[in-house]
């Protein structure tokens, strides 16, 4: 029950105040698709949070994710089976090249990033957001870009190193996007732009090759 939950983590509610603090629990974006969940590169579909379909704009009505998540992956679903038979997958691909890299040692590093990127982006680009906060949290992401990158160069690929590597691509694709709409929408809330901008701002942002 609640009482026990938190008492294992070391906080008596028959004394003390239960911690709540906002956290993001939601993509409102991703991968752009058409209506049948289907991506600019031929044969690969996205659904769910992973795509940017369109039906949600700024914002999105609770649940609303889940139907999304299940009308598109039907519609993916039924835009394979019209292909499915028309495909053909004759192209062999080579084995994985990691001559010259060696077994992690250090996974702390991964570890203590992944952890970083994650209190940068609940820092500065969470709720309240403005030009300042966004570009200390630009800077400290690409700082751990680079850092990440000349390690996963020389080491072998793990689940872990191509999670830390992903999680820094979206948070700074995310930093890219605040910084480009100078005004509040919906999710997205700066003080530097407090009000909305339909004449500038009234249309999707889409990074490309980024």
Excluded at 174 to 188: D, T, V
Aim: proline content about 2%; overall charge neutral.
């Amino acid at each position: 029950n609640i009482y026990e939950t938190c008492l294992s983590f070391g906080i008596n509610i028959t004394k003390e105040m239960i911690p709540v603090v906002p956290a993001a629990h939601y993509s409102c974006g991703g991968v752009a698709t058409d209506l049948m969940a289907r991506t600019t590169i031929d044969r690969l579909y996205a659904c769910g949070e992973t795509a940017s379909v369109g039906v949600h704009g700024a914002n999105r009505l609770a649940s609303n994710s889940l139907l999304e998540a299940l009308v598109f992956s039907h519609r993916a679903y039924l835009d394979i089976k019209t292909r499915f038979d028309d495909l053909s997958n004759t192209a062999s691909f080579p084995d994985w090249d990691d001559s010259g890299t060696e077994n992690a040692e250090e996974w702390i590093l991964v570890s203590h990033n992944l952890k970083e990127v994650q209190q940068v982006m609940n820092d500065y680009v969470g709720i309240v957001r403005s030009d300042l906060r966004l570009m200390r949290a630009k800077r400290r992401v690409d700082f751990l870009k680079e850092e990440t990158e000349a390690f996963y160069k020389k080491t072998k690929i793990t689940s872990q190193i191509l999670e830390l590597r992903n999680s820094i691509k979206v948070a700074a694709i995310i930093i890219e996007s605040a910084m480009k709409r100078r005004e509040s929408r919906g999710l997205h809330y700066t003080t530097d732009y407090p009000f909305r901008d339909d004449k500038n701002f009234l249309k999707d942002t889409v990074l490309r090759s980024f």
